[in-house]
């Protein structure tokens, strides 16, 4: 017999970056591609919220969107540091880079 289950599995690891955004926004798009990239070099979970679904976020945040977070603590806003980012995640390659102005 094969169990059978009425949930839905989520993966296990909590995501490490959270991206929140709104409809409409014009910065969300490129700070996504850096997130989308980052995340996928270094096979960490993200995910994006939008201030329209929370009512907290939004007011934190509305005037800020697109807004980074790390382990839930705010990084950037307006626009994402590429290296900043991986170095917030650990990136030990990105230590190493002289780039300091690689934000997008």
Do not use: F, N
């Amino acid at each position: 017999m094969v169990p059978t289950y009425s949930c839905l599995v989520t993966d296990p690891v909590p995501p490490r970056i959270t991206l929140i955004t709104k409809p409409g926004c014009h910065l969300c798009g490129p700070v996504r591609e850096v997130i989308e990239r980052v995340a996928r070099d270094l096979d960490v979970q993200w995910v994006e919220l939008s201030i329209l679904d929370d009512p907290a976020l939004s007011v934190a945040y509305q005037e800020l969107i697109p807004v980074t977070l790390v382990d839930g603590i705010q990084l950037d806003y307006w626009r994402v540091d590429e290296l900043r980012l991986r170095r917030a995640l650990g990136d030990t390659r990105a230590m190493d880079d002289p780039d300091p102005h690689s934000q997008v």
